[in-house]
């Protein structure tokens, strides 16, 4: 029997009892499928069911496959090894024996010699040369990432589950990740924004509030067909509303032509020369008409009504996110950031960042590029006034705004609303309303505890609690795209190429940074 993931009737919701699914079926084959939808929709939690993690409040779950599953962030243990990871630590202490000559008659006969060259070339596949002792809190986290998918592969699954497998992954990172989806030749189900990775799956299932629908082919063969199809819903409904409006319109001059004509009926009855009888007869025929003429005109009414909510059911209704930042004016010659020698770690004699020197200077936008661990997120610390320089000077010469990977900007204790009012004390509660309500954060979801949000969704507060009332001349951002759903980073990369301010950006996303314009790139 082939390898199938199916889910039947699916219903599920949040710990805090928000709907997800309702009567949800879908089934995975053998194939490349791309999960994407709007941050929220459910795809981890999809992810979760199918693995079993969670349960839903009704419906069913079938697996028949081995099934594999990579989470966003690969949490380690203090003593973890890489070896611990691939279920193969046991199998090398007995290896291990062999070459010190302790090893007894019934290991040597069961022991796996091809081992140390199977995990090598698992680890390989994804760019790793790591040796299988290797601490796993050693490696950066996207490293972790990295090994955590190989030893997934190692153990030849059926089904790969990945949960935004190139998140914090540098540019050789994301390259493998990449190279090992367009090769895998069985079944995975991939939750992605990453339009590059998405381009190697063979299809793509897009969750919305109304369920799942299929689509053939990758990414760009998705969105083409997308828009075709929402350009037809469009058409159909706005054919539908034109006849909404017909009828409403025949109705009314239908009404207007009887109430005329009972008009001219009463002014002959009151001349006289009619007689009595007749008069009755026409008043009753004439209340007839009107009466069927009301009759027809509201089954058009009805059928033109049915018929523009069924064109409106295939289109998710959802406000789109668009960032629109009013103007900084920061002049062109103005320097905003100048760093000297700066030299900065956060253990003595072990150096982070070394020796770095460059300026910023009126509006550019610059890149800050390099492998996992070497530096990024530390400059920005060192910017940002997180840290202090060992050596060399670092100054910030305007008022900025940053968002680091975790937005540890917001309290997750607290709302939406009383984080935007904390970070913005001249803002009223009306101008407070209005900023979150761009973000899409509208009446009750404002009032949403940071801590119950996903990540795309906390980024999007985030983004809303320093842009929202007035951008500030710099913006310093650290993988900015790497939990909102494709929709929200294209509304992003639109308000950052019409804002006209200077801004400082850690991404290793490549189609991101060229559609900011990023003029300049600082390698790490």
């Not at 805090?16 to 009567?23: A, C, I, V």
């Not at 009306?430 to 979150?436: D, I, N, P």
Request: proline share 4%; with cysteine.
């Amino acid at each position: 029997m082939a390898a199938a993931i199916t889910v039947f009737d699916l219903t599920y919701a949040t710990p805090d009892g928000r709907s997800l699914f309702t009567g949800l079926d879908l089934t995975f084959g053998s194939v490349r499928t791309g999960l994407v939808g709007r941050n929220g929709v459910g795809k981890s939690a999809l992810l979760k069911l199918i693995s079993g993690e969670v349960r839903p409040r009704s419906g069913r779950v079938s697996v028949n496959a081995r099934v594999a599953s990579l989470r966003q962030t690969v949490r380690a243990d203090p003593d973890e090894t890489v070896a611990d990871l691939f279920g193969a630590t046991a199998a090398l202490s007995v290896l291990r024996r062999a070459e010190r000559g302790e090893a007894t008659d019934d290991e040597l006969n069961g022991a796996d010699w091809t081992l140390e060259s199977r995990l090598a070339a698992a680890l390989g596949r994804l760019g790793l040369e790591v040796p299988p002792e290797t601490v796993l809190t050693a490696l950066s986290g996207g490293q972790q990432t990295r090994v955590g998918l190989a030893a997934l592969v190692f153990a030849e699954p059926d089904f790969l589950l990945l949960d935004e497998p190139t998140n914090n992954l540098d540019r050789d990172g994301r390259a493998a990740v990449i190279g090992l989806l367009a090769g895998w030749r069985s079944g995975a189900v991939v939750a992605s924004h990453d339009r590059e990775l998405l381009d190697a799956v063979d299809e793509i299932v897009e969750l919305t509030t109304l369920g799942a629908t299929r689509y053939g082919g990758n990414w760009s063969a998705y969105r083409e067909l997308k828009a075709q199809e929402l350009a037809a819903v469009q058409r159909t409904l706005a054919d539908a509303e034109k006849q909404v409006a017909d009828a409403a319109r025949g109705a009314q001059e239908a009404v207007e032509r009887q109430s005329r004509r009972s008009g001219v009926g009463r002014r002959k009855g009151l001349q006289g020369g009619t007689p009595r009888i007749l008069l009755g007869g026409m008043k009753d025929r004439a209340e007839d008409t009107s009466g069927g003429n009301a009759r027809l005109a509201e089954k058009l009414r009805e059928r033109a009504s049915e018929a523009a909510t069924a064109a409106r059911e295939q289109i998710e209704v959802l406000q789109p996110l668009t960032v629109k930042l009013p103007p900084t004016n920061l002049p062109a010659g103005k320097a905003v950031v100048r760093v000297e020698g700066a030299t900065v770690g956060y253990e003595p004699g072990r150096p982070v960042v070394r020796g770095l020197s460059f300026e910023v200077t009126g509006p550019e936008r610059v890149a800050i590029t390099g492998r996992n661990g070497s530096g990024k997120t530390t400059l920005l610390s060192l910017l940002t006034g997180r840290l202090s320089p060992w050596a060399g000077t670092v100054q910030v010469m305007t008022a900025f705004a940053a968002l680091d990977q975790r937005v540890s900007v917001l309290d997750p204790a607290t709302s939406i609303r009383d984080n935007f009012r904390r970070l913005n004390p001249q803002a009223n509660e009306q101008a407070c309303r209005a900023a979150l309500a761009k973000f899409l954060f509208r009446a009750d979801a404002a009032l949403q505890e940071v801590g119950t949000l996903s990540g795309g969704q906390r980024l999007r507060a985030g983004l809303a609690c320093v842009l929202g009332v007035a951008p500030p001349p710099l913006l310093v951002l650290d993988e900015p795209t790497n939990h909102l759903d494709v929709d929200s980073i294209e509304a992003v990369e639109a308000g950052l190429r019409a804002y006209d301010g200077a801004l400082l950006v850690v991404s290793h996303d490549e189609t991101f940074l060229e559609a900011v314009g990023v003029t300049r790139r600082i390698e790490l």
